[in-house]
Nanobody
């Protein structure tokens, strides 16, 4: 089965930047839309960004638009989330997810494979 492993999380001050990585175990990764979600303590998991299988289409949550950038590298079986101008409200566990039907959806039920998550903590 598809395995997704996130990395790059950490603790930093507001205004800083982090780059999250998601490594996929299978080359079929290149056929799937890939999304990033996040979940803060006591909150529901929420959509952050998604990228089409080709990399040609991206969508972002309004809360991160202009600050975060999603990208992918098919040669490396990887998807990335560049996070700039981080705010305390960005604090959450960030999850990488694969949509095998390429729906580019914002609902977590539309994704079939999930990573274990990586913690991002932003201090004020």
């Amino acid at each position: 089965q598809m395995q997704l492993v996130e990395s790059g999380g950490g603790l930093l001050q507001a205004g800083g930047s982090l780059r999250l990585s998601c490594a996929a175990s299978e080359r079929t990764f290149s056929r799937y839309a890939m999304g990033w979600f996040r979940q803060a303590p006591g909150k529901e998991r929420e959509f952050v960004a998604v990228i089409s299988w080709s990399g040609g289409v991206t969508y972002y949550a309004d809360s991160v638009k202009g600050r975060f950038t999603i990208s992918r590298d098919s040669a490396k079986n990887a998807v990335y989330l560049q996070m700039n101008s981080l705010k305390p409200e960005d604090t959450a566990v960030y999850y990488c997810a694969a949509d095998t039907f390429n729906r580019l959806g914002v609902g977590d039920h539309e994704y079939d494979y999930w990573g274990q998550g990586t913690q991002v903590t932003v201090s004020s």
